[in-house]
């Protein structure tokens, strides 16, 4: 199939020309994401493949629907950056990478808390101006936390599993409880899961129902000086709101793979130019803060499984005009 790549890195590239070895499509690469201006690109191409910052919504997909589209693969898991209703609308086949390797996430989760807790960040930077005092580097233990892990999927039952060696208190929360969490948490209703948990950490997809699930009326009932770990959707957080509980030391820690504006900074080199987006910039002073820029999936080993499924469902969707992996409202 001819299909169109949008957000490409070299990453992107090399791993779906080393696996398209197999299936065989003709891959255009774009760099920019896929947006209002960056349409036309696509034009004439029945495949378009796009990331997590791509910008899919009705516009796009009526200029996509009107010059030929007939799939959307996002090379994501989560896939609330495409309008669902406007692909139906033109009969648009929308797919996704189901799980390309819940692991990837779980272990750079657990890295984070791990990073924080152990301020081994702070301690890097000392070590490299041959700074070797280690007071103010104080950490904790996770065996002597309670742990909530909230959405307990794929990442959410792995992230259980790989805390479930440290020996802390693994609290659950999710409305439908998995038996595989189950062996290693403790799954409990929502005003305990807040009171209880000194880290929390969010494993739901984004949805109307949990965009701000962490918002001015719910961060009050949380553990004082409670550590939130967010690597799903940064919309999850109402970040103005995380703020202001920063600043008045309700949140305690707070470690971010995502951020609610992300789709205008991340995974570009911003560094020579003027921060302009001021919680962002705000969100950088804090001692108590570490922000990634959405890479917790970026291993080896998932981008060869991102490659694979991708192509495929590209492969299939042509073959019989079903995919296994679609998606719909
Ligand atoms: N940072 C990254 O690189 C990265 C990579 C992959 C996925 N993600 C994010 O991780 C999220 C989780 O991925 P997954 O593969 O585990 O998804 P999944 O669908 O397997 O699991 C999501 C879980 O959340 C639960 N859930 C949904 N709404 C809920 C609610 N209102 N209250 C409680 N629980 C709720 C579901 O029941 C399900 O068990 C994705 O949606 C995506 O946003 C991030």
Do not use: W
């Not at 794929?154 to 060696?165: A, D, P, R, T």
């Not at 590209?314 to 409202?329: D, H, I, L």
């Amino acid at each position: 199939m001819k299909i169109a790549v949008f957000s490409t890195k070299s990453y992107d590239r090399q791993s779906l020309e080393r696996y398209n070895a197999q299936f065989g499509h003709d891959l255009t690469f774009f760099e920019p994401r896929l947006s209002p201006e960056t349409a036309a690109l696509a034009r004439g191409f029945p495949g378009v493949c796009i990331f997590v910052n791509d910008a899919c919504n009705a516009t796009v997909i009526d200029d996509l629907a009107q010059h030929g589209t007939k799939i959307i693969a996002t090379r994501s898991a989560g896939y609330n950056q495409i309008d669902l209703a406007a692909a139906k609308r033109h009969g648009i086949m929308a797919a996704r990478v189901p799980a390309y390797s819940p692991n990837a996430v779980s272990e750079f989760t657990v890295a984070l808390m791990l990073t924080l807790g152990r301020k081994t960040h702070k301690a890097y930077n000392r070590t490299r101006e041959f700074n070797f005092e280690i007071a103010g580097l104080e950490g904790f233990e996770l065996r002597d936390k309670t742990v909530g892990v909230f959405g307990t999927g794929k990442i959410g039952q792995m992230v259980i599993k790989n805390l479930s060696g440290f020996g802390c208190r693994i609290l659950a929360y999710d409305k439908y409880p998995s038996e595989e969490a189950k062996k290693y948490a403790t799954y409990v209703d929502g005003p305990t899961f807040a009171r209880e948990s000194d880290i929390i950490t969010l494993h739901c997809p984004l949805t109307p129902e949990t965009r701000h699930i962490l918002n001015e009326e719910t961060l009050p009932y949380l553990k004082d000086g409670v550590f939130i770990v967010n690597t799903s959707r940064g919309a999850l957080l109402d970040t103005d709101k995380v703020i202001k509980f920063l600043k008045s030391g309700k949140i305690g820690l707070l470690a971010i793979d995502v951020y609610e504006e992300e789709a205008d900074y991340f995974y570009r080199d911003l560094s020579d130019r003027v921060p302009t987006n001021d919680e962002l910039a705000r969100l950088l002073t804090f001692p108590n803060v570490l922000v990634t820029s959405h890479m917790a999936f970026l291993t080896d080993h998932a981008l060869r499984n991102i490659a694979e499924t991708t192509l495929g469902n590209f492969a299939e969707f042509e073959r019989t005009g079903q995919c296994a992996n679609a998606v719909s409202e």
